[in-house]
């Protein structure tokens, strides 16, 4: 019995002894074959504070779609515009595009960032008929100001640039207004006939000139300038051809028509009285429908600001 147990005792040793001689062979077989495998699998990222051995696959999520922004100069639908009889081109004048009084870019302005972004109570005449520039946008809203600028003068006997206007210390006033949304004519007490309130002297992509009588010029009556537009196309399409058919008829726009929306996040405007550039923070004047209880203002009733308007 005892023999049996010695013997079986041997077996199981010269066993042990055979997996002890063998285990760093087969070990190495493991790794030889490990490494052949990986040769064409995908790519792997080690994990810090783990032995290089130790490696882990990289998550490749698909990436996230791209949300594709709403262009914010969409034509305004329904918009539908008509031509109406103007004075005339006055003769000898440059082309519409290079008219300092027309095309307000060939002029250009300077942010005058000392001057307050608010309302003014100034003193002087007031045209009770003035238009009301809190029509400009749907919800007629109080100003924000968001920036405030002077135009440049005009040297009519060189044809150049002038100094900055300094009668005024704002003569263009950027209003705050969310991308896209609609801007419209402001009404006035003024009318041109058969319902027209304006007529457009000039338009481009991003800015349009709008004369409260029927003369084509800025002599008499009030115009504005707006900047800052995505201007209607097919009301830029009209003006377009009005004005390269002779400019005898112009686009003629009603009270508070929609005509082109806010190209970003402020529109500038300026405002004319008979050719001269005026302020368009004057509450009694472009903004008599805000209250001074709902709106504050800078009082500068020693200087004088005077409207008179009329056709």
């Known amino acids: 019995m005892q023999h049996k147990r010695a ?9 042990l002894g055979l997996i002890l001689v063998r285990l760093p062979a087969a070990l190495a077989d493991v790794v030889n074959y490990s490494a052949q495998s990986d040769s064409s699998a995908p790519l792997l990222t080690p994990v810090l504070g783990v032995s290089p051995r130790a490696w882990l ?13 709403v262009p914010v100069c969409q034509p305004i639908p329904g918009a539908s515009y008509s031509s109406t009889q103007s004075s005339g081109y006055p003769p000898g004048d440059p082309p519409a595009e290079l008219h300092p009084d027309l095309n307000l870019s060939m002029r250009g302005w300077e942010v005058n960032g000392s ?29 924000v100001f968001s920036t405030v600028y002077r135009v440049y003068d005009w040297n009519w006997a060189s044809n150049t640039r002038g100094s900055l206007i300094s009668e005024y210390p704002v003569t263009l006033a950027g209003l ?33 000139t709008l004369k409260y009588t029927r003369e084509d010029n800025v002599i008499h009556g009030y115009t504005l300038h707006l900047e800052g537009l995505c201007v209607e196309p097919s009301l830029m399409a009209r003006y377009q051809a009005n004005n390269a058919a002779g400019r005898s008829v112009l686009p003629g726009l009603v009270e508070r028509q ?3 929306r806010a190209r970003g996040t402020e529109i500038q405007v300026a405002i004319r009285d008979r050719g001269s550039f005026m302020d368009p923070r004057s509450r009694k004047d472009w903004w008599q429908d805000i209250s001074a209880s ?4 800078e009082q500068r009733l020693d200087v004088e600001h005077n409207v008179q308007g009329g056709q």
């Open 258 to 260: 929609e005509l082109g």
């Open 115 to 143: 001057a307050f972004r608010g309302l003014v109570d100034y003193s002087g005449d007031t045209d009770s008929k003035a238009p009301r520039l809190v029509d400009l946008f749907a919800n007629r809203r109080a100003p």
């Open 57 to 69: 696959p990289v998550a490749r999520g698909a990436p996230s779609p791209t949300q594709t922004p």
């Open 294 to 297: 709902a709106l504050s203002a």
């Open 7 to 15: 013997w079986q005792l041997a077996i199981a040793v010269a066993l």
């Open 176 to 208: 705050a207004a969310t991308p896209g949304e609609t801007v419209h004519v402001p009404a006035s007490g003024y009318t041109l006939g058969q319902g027209v309130e304006v007529l457009v002297l000039y338009a481009d992509e991003d800015s349009i």
